[in-house]
């Protein structure tokens, strides 16, 4: 199956400092890309859509200014968490559809990204 | 977003078959039924998705009714690997939410030696 990196693997940083997490997808092109986020014993939320070469797409209540998400290739998403506060400490996991299979086919899952703000 | 209902969680012993349900009585013409499953701190893994006939693959099978408002994830053989979070979710491939996949809370399958 396809494969979905991110790193880093788990990041510390200060509060009020912006954190940068990168999703690829090593074996195959991904015009569309999805961010979640879960926090511990809690299911996964889905934040946004990442889309190629265009702006992300967020969901109801996700702060587009705090978590600013590129797609600028099509082997590459980021996610940046600005102005970290410890409230957005949690586990950021991206996932990518294999091109030409949209949505009727599986959804391809990173390792995900813990993130600790101090 | 169609909304699925799964049992907070089952039990297994090791070896034996495995069979997770889950309730979508307001799917769509147009959902595909996914499963996925993820061990702690991972992310999910994909598991089978299917849309109105029974599917098999390597990793489990997934019954799905004649209505399609519920289905079943039937993993043969459990082993102790197979200890994890199971997601079943409805996936749109049409409308305003294409494509999109909502998690619920689950099922903690725990699987005993």
């Known amino acids: 199956g396809a494969v979905v990196s991110q790193h880093p693997s788990r990041v510390i940083c200060k509060s009020g400092t912006s954190v940068k997490i990168e999703c690829r997808s090593l074996?195959?092109?991904?015009?569309?890309m999805f961010w979640y986020r879960q926090f511990p014993k809690k299911s996964l939320m889905l934040m946004a859509t990442?889309?190629?070469?265009?702006?992300?797409?967020?969901e109801q209540g996700v702060e587009k200014d705090k978590f600013l998400i590129n797609h600028a290739s099509l082997t590459l998403s980021t996610l940046t968490v600005t102005s970290a506060h410890p409230e957005d400490s949690s586990f950021y996991i991206c996932?990518?559809?294999?091109?030409?299979?949209?949505?009727?086919?599986?959804?391809?899952f990173g390792p995900g990204t813990r993130l600790t703000v101090l | 977003d169609a909304k699925t209902t799964q049992p907070n969680s089952m039990e297994s012993n090791e070896e034996e078959p495995v069979h997770l349900p889950c309730n979508h009585s307001?799917?769509?013409?147009?959902?595909?039924i996914h499963w996925y499953r993820q061990l702690p701190s991972q992310g999910p893994e994909y598991v089978i998705h299917g849309l109105t006939s029974n599917v098999n693959n390597r990793m489990a099978s997934l019954a799905i009714a004649e209505d399609r408002k519920s289905s079943t994830l039937i993993l043969h053989r459990a082993t102790l690997r197979d200890a994890a979070v199971y997601y079943c979710i409805l996936r749109d491939t049409s409308g305003t939410s294409y494509g999109k996949l909502t998690f619920g809370q689950g099922t903690i399958l725990t699987v005993h030696p």
């Open positions: 074996d195959f092109q991904a015009t569309t």
């Open positions: 996932s990518a559809d294999v091109p030409g299979a949209g949505a009727y086919n599986e959804q391809f």
């Open positions: 990442s889309n190629e070469g265009s702006k992300a797409t967020y």
């Open positions: 307001t799917i769509s013409g147009t959902d595909y």
